[in-house]
């Protein structure tokens, strides 16, 4: 709790709200026209509530006080008349000006949402998904009540006011001198809780997202976190995450508690004022007792948009802290460029990495150091070694998820880094280390980087990917929804449909990433002669029986190309290789003499 106090009374991020508002004005370019036909409305409304408030005082002067019921028809017909209008004109400035804060929301949330995926993978690798999410939904909501919703109450705050003290002045210019004497309290206390409200606002918007990140992480992992009984820890986390948005929170109620009874006090002590000078000028002669009665009904309803603007500044502050969320992922570059015009029309399949190298952001040390070889086509080159020396480094580079910090990278004899990236990568297909499902049927994942794929392509595809038999087992065929991530699936059946997905991309280039995980040696070969045909393929892969089938074989070691040669060439060397290969041959042996074993005890 120590801690989140701490951050709440920190000091905040210097963004003014008139750079927040010159930031996301822009995104109601389409919608300013709804938006000044809501302030007319809305400003023609205390107009209306004005004029009832001038009926009051009549009806009070000449009709009670006089003992006259000759106007009393005209000023009942006006008084409803009057309360109509005013109705109607607070239903239709509020609906445009909502409607229009509405695709606000939508341009907006697109706009991020197109930003983000222009953004290297380095970007999310370092953010929570939840916080991602968070700063997409609540907060362009909250950005939304500061810049339309906010925008448009201001100044029907202020239109309120100007009518409302205008009336005042025109009654009793002395009495309206009288009430002003409290509007200095009004600003002082509103400025004091606003600025406490926006430090307020921004740890409560920090907090709502990690929890965001740590519920998504747990839910996603939910075998693993009950496999190994982790319930009661997790458990603990989220309580500690929640309990620190309850502090924010509960800080923020405080604030807004104690800022409600005070500016009240503040309107009673005017209003007061007010009677006490009232009934002396009254007594004098100076006011009749409608119009002080009609003016401390208005002067009530004047202190209506005070109150309003002062919750305002509460809300706006609330919302800049959303604003600056949101500005600092508007504000990432993407690390890869994607400026080029140029296309990649010739299809000569074929990879060259040229003396690459490559180091992470902020970091001294290579991952790779001098990386060269080519991959022709047709030509299947497997890239070994251990964990952690740089292999998927390589995908990444040739997919520009990264750009290398030196040399040159080509496909198809185009430089990566000079081309289209739209068009780089519709050249290559790719299954990655992780099956990649997302929620939606069997044909909507394997056509997805096809979407315009006949239902015979999708089947064929599926076949050599030996998935359409299992999928014609399943409930609706290739219509069946197989769950987020693909929880509906076997890591195998998942991986099947990964291998389909680049199968019907029909590329010239094909990198595979540990491919056949989840996949038994003979499916492996059966799909894997039909995947590399007529490719130039690159496999990343610890499997060493898989890499044995490759042309050629490059031995990754501390960033380098240490061995490079056919299975064969790099087994006569006696090198870093055989020793792998040893080692996995001894690991095989090890599981074929222990599992009998096993299975007699």
């Known amino acids: 709790m120590e801690e989140t106090k701490g951050n709440i009374i920190g000091k905040a991020p210097p963004v003014p709200v008139k750079e927040i508002f010159s930031r996301f004005w822009p995104y109601t370019k389409n919608y300013r026209k709804w938006i000044f036909v809501g302030l007319i409305f809305i400003a023609l409304q205390p107009m209306a509530l004005a004029g009832t408030v001038w009926l009051l005082q009549i009806f009070i002067d000449n009709v009670l006080d006089a003992r006259n019921l000759s106007p009393l028809y ?178 923020k109620v405080r604030l807004k508690s104690t800022f409600t009874p005070v500016v009240s006090l503040i309107e009673t002590m005017g209003t007061l004022i007010v009677m006490i000078f009232g009934a002396f000028l009254l007594m004098q002669g100076e006011v009749t007792i409608g119009i002080l009665v009609a003016f401390l009904t208005l002067l009530r309803r004047l202190y209506s948009p005070v109150r309003g603007l002062s919750r305002l500044l509460n809300t706006i502050y609330s ?58 086509s047709g030509e299947t080159v497997a890239l070994v070694g251990a964990s952690g020396v740089g292999k998927s480094t390589i995908l990444k580079m040739l997919l520009r998820f990264y750009e290398p910090t030196e040399g040159k990278i080509y ?109 038994d040696g003979s499916t492996e070969k059966r799909v894997m002669k039909d995947l590399m045909r007529d490719t130039a393929t690159l496999i990343i892969t610890h499997n060493l029986k898989t890499a044995r089938e490759a042309d050629k074989i490059l031995y990754i070691y501390e960033g380098e190309i240490n061995e490079i040669g056919t299975h064969d060439e790099l087994m006569a060397l006696n090198g870093n290789y055989k020793k792998l290969y040893n080692d996995q041959q001894g690991e095989d042996s090890h599981e074929d003499v222990m599992i009998p074993r096993l299975a007699v005890k």
């Open 74 to 251: 005209w000023i009942v017909l006006l008084y409803f008349g009057f309360s109509l209008a005013a109705g109607i004109f607070s239903f239709s400035g509020t609906f445009t000006t909502n409607w229009a804060g509405q695709k606000f929301i939508l341009a907006l949330r697109k706009h991020l949402y197109e930003h983000l995926q222009s953004l290297s993978l380095h970007f999310f690798e370092g953010r929570k998904l939840g916080d991602i999410i968070a700063r997409l939904t609540s907060d362009i909501a909250s950005i939304e009540r500061l810049i339309v919703t906010g925008a448009t109450s201001a100044l029907s705050y202020v239109f309120q006011l100007l009518v409302f003290i205008g009336m005042l002045f025109f009654m009793e210019w002395k009495l309206a001198l009288t009430s002003m004497i409290v509007v200095p309290l009004f600003y002082i206390i509103t400025r004091y809780f606003s600025v406490r409200m926006k430090m307020a606002s921004r740890e409560r918007s920090r907090r709502m997202g990690a929890i965001n990140s740590l519920t998504e992480e747990s839910f996603s992992n939910i075998s693993l976190m009950q496999a190994f009984n982790q319930e009661e820890n997790e458990s603990k986390k989220f309580h500690n995450q929640n309990l620190a948005a309850f502090t924010a929170k509960m800080y």
């Open 319 to 376: 919302a800049s802290a959303s604003a600056e969320r949101v500005i600092e992922f508007m504000e990432q570059k993407p690390a890869v460029s994607s400026d080029s015009s140029i296309k990649i029309e010739k299809d000569e399949p074929g990879i060259i990495f040229e003396n690459v190298s490559f180091a992470y952001p902020h970091k001294k040390n290579n991952v790779l150091s001098n990386i060269s070889f080519i991959v022709d």
């Open 411 to 519: 496909l198809n004899n185009y430089a990566v880094d000079e081309v289209d990236l739209q068009s780089l990568r519709e050249r290559i297909s790719v299954v990655f280390q992780e099956a990649l499902i997302f929620d939606g049927s069997v044909r909507e994942n394997i056509s997805y980087g096809k979407p315009d794929a006949t239902d015979e392509e999708i089947i064929n595809a599926a076949k050599k990917a030996e998935a359409h038999e299992f999928i014609e087992k399943m409930s609706e065929g290739y219509d069946t929804n197989v769950g987020q991530k693909g929880r509906n699936l076997s890591g195998g059946q998942q991986q099947r449909l990964a291998i389909a997905r680049a199968i019907i991309k029909d590329t010239s280039v094909l990198i595979l990433d540990e491919p056949a995980d989840g996949l």
